[in-house]
């Protein structure tokens, strides 16, 4: 198991950025996801559709696919333990739940 950190940076929208710079973060199932946020913005990473259309509260809350709750300025999240998308399997595609144009992709690898 390993640990990784996304960093959210920039002004409104922001960026999801990993920290080997990839535009994905690549994670085997039960690593641990945490969003540092850097902006002076509160965040919400949130999983979404392949188009960065937030899941329904009722697909993600109270589920395993409850990746953050809000992320206050300048705060990280708690770890987030990688499991497979119940739309997409190995690719897992977030958004800001509080931001549109805010999107970031994380990849199981096996």
Known sequence: MADFSI???GAIPAEFVPADGKPW??????????????TGA?????????HGVPLPD???????????DEIPRR????PWRVTKSITTGNT???CCKLHEGE???IVIVE
Do not use: E
Not at 25 to 38: E, S, T, V
């Open 7 to 9: 960093r959210i940076r």
């Open 25 to 38: 973060q690549l994670a085997r199932l039960d690593d641990n996801i945490g969003w540092g946020n850097a």
């Open 42 to 50: 509160t965040h919400q990473p949130w999983p979404a559709t392949p």
């Open 58 to 68: 009722a697909d993600v809350l109270g589920t395993p696919h409850f990746l953050s």
């Open 75 to 78: 705060t990280a999240s708690n």
């Open 92 to 94: 897992i595609f977030y």
């Open 103 to 105: 999107f970031g992709v």
